[in-house]
């Protein structure tokens, strides 16, 4: 099984930047949407952004602006956060779903479909 840890939140001044990590392991030699999506209190699980492993092309929800920014380096993928806003507040969570190609992580991310087979424990980002 795929095993994912974030790491880097926590709290910031508005304006700030944060740099999330997510080491992966346990993944097959196959291509996989890994992505970062975020809840904010009561609120139900959304995408951030989605990346496929095989190409490293990267797919944002057509509702994010461009202060966020996904990218992969081996076993690590990345969320750079930039500009942060109090209504950035929310847990972040990293997750994977294995995939034949990119079409797939693309469909995903502008459909709302969330169901990730693998999930980390979150990190909490707060921005005051």
């Not at 699980?45 to 990346?51: F, L, P, S």
Request: aromatic share 14%.
């Amino acid at each position: 099984d795929v095993q994912l840890v974030e790491s880097g939140g926590g709290s910031v001044q508005a304006g700030g930047s944060l740099r999330l990590s997510c080491a992966v392991s346990g993944y097959r030699n196959t291509g996989y949407c890994m992505g970062w999506f975020r809840q904010i209190q009561g609120n139900e699980r959304e995408y951030v952004a989605t990346i496929w492993t095989a190409s490293g092309r990267a797919y944002y929800p057509d509702y994010k602006k461009g202060r966020l920014t996904i990218s992969r380096e081996g076993a690590k993928l990345y969320l750079q956060m930039n500009n942060l806003q109090p209504e950035d507040t929310a847990r972040y969570y990293c997750a994977a779903y294995a995939a034949r190609d990119g079409s797939v992580c693309e469909y995903k991310i502008h459909t709302g479909q969330t169901d990730y087979t693998y999930w980390g424990q979150g990190t909490q980002v707060t921005v005051s």
